[in-house]
Nanobody, 118 residues
Framework: QVQLVESGGGLVQAEGSLRLSCAAS????????MGWFRQAPGKEREFVGA????????WYADSVKGRFTISRDNAKMTVYLQMNTLKPEDTAVYYC???????????WGQGTQVTVSS
């Protein structure tokens, strides 16, 4: 069992930055692939990026490559999403999720709102 709590969302102007955090509880956190997703109003949830258990493999959606960076600290049981050069189209509720390798995302946080003004 893994419980996830996101934080760090807020209102920022275009070209600004935010760092989201996802704090996890559960003894096997380091076994999980940790992903970030987002959902804008009226749209489906979309993949933003993910990080392997060791942090050695990281994947990004094309829309955020070069602007967003995922990292994790297994000792702190936390995964981060550093978002730079934000655009209004990045406005969404951001969720972190946890999945065992090769499996569907099973655990989700409650989400944190990110609003980028133009």
């Amino acid at each position: 069992q893994v419980q996830l709590v996101e934080s760090g969302g807020g209102l920022v102007q275009a070209e600004g930055s935010l760092r989201l955090s996802c704090a996890a509880s559960g003894r096997t956190f380091s076994s999980y692939v940790m992903g970030w997703f987002r959902q804008a109003p009226g749209k489906e949830r979309e993949f933003v990026g993910a990080c392997s258990w060791s942090g050695g493999k990281i994947w990004y959606a094309d829309s955020v490559k070069g602007r967003f960076t995922i990292s994790r600290d297994n000792a702190k049981m936390t995964v981060y999403l550093q978002m730079n050069t934000l655009k209004p189209e990045d406005t969404a509720v951001y969720y972190c999720g946890a999945a065992l390798p090769g499996e569907e995302y099973k655990y989700w946080g409650q989400g944190t709102q990110v609003t980028v003004s133009s």
